[in-house]
Nanobody, 117 residues
């Protein structure tokens, strides 16, 4: 069974940075389009960033709400996806999840990001 394990969340002040990590236990990881999603209380889970396989160009896409502040990257040798989050705002507070795009794996437990002074 494929597992997705996110980590790196925490409490950060507005304007601060965090780097999230996600390990996917799947041997064909390098072929996958990977993505980060988030879900704030009372809201639906939303796609915020995706990164295609380098085989098809390694293209990135970002939601307007995070464009210019967040960066998605991957380390295929370690089956790991990263999300560098800079200039964090209070509205970025949410539980962050990684998965494929379109979603094809069971959701992991997510990692909580809290932005507060």
């Amino acid at each position: 069974q494929v597992q997705v394990v996110e980590s790196g969340g925490g409490l950060v002040q507005p304007g601060g940075s965090l780097r999230l990590s996600c390990v996917v236990s799947r041997t064909i990881f390098s072929f996958l389009t990977v993505a980060w999603y988030r879900q704030a209380p009372g809201n639906e889970r939303e796609l915020i960033a995706s990164l295609s396989s380098s085989i098809v160009g390694g293209a990135t896409n970002y939601a307007d709400s995070v464009k210019g502040r967040f960066t998605i990257s991957r380390d295929n040798a370690k089956n790991t996806v990263f999300l560098q989050m800079d200039s964090l705002k209070s509205e970025d507070a949410a539980v962050y999840y990684c998965n494929t795009y379109p979603r094809a794996l069971s959701w992991g437990q997510g990692t909580q990001v809290t932005v507060s002074s």
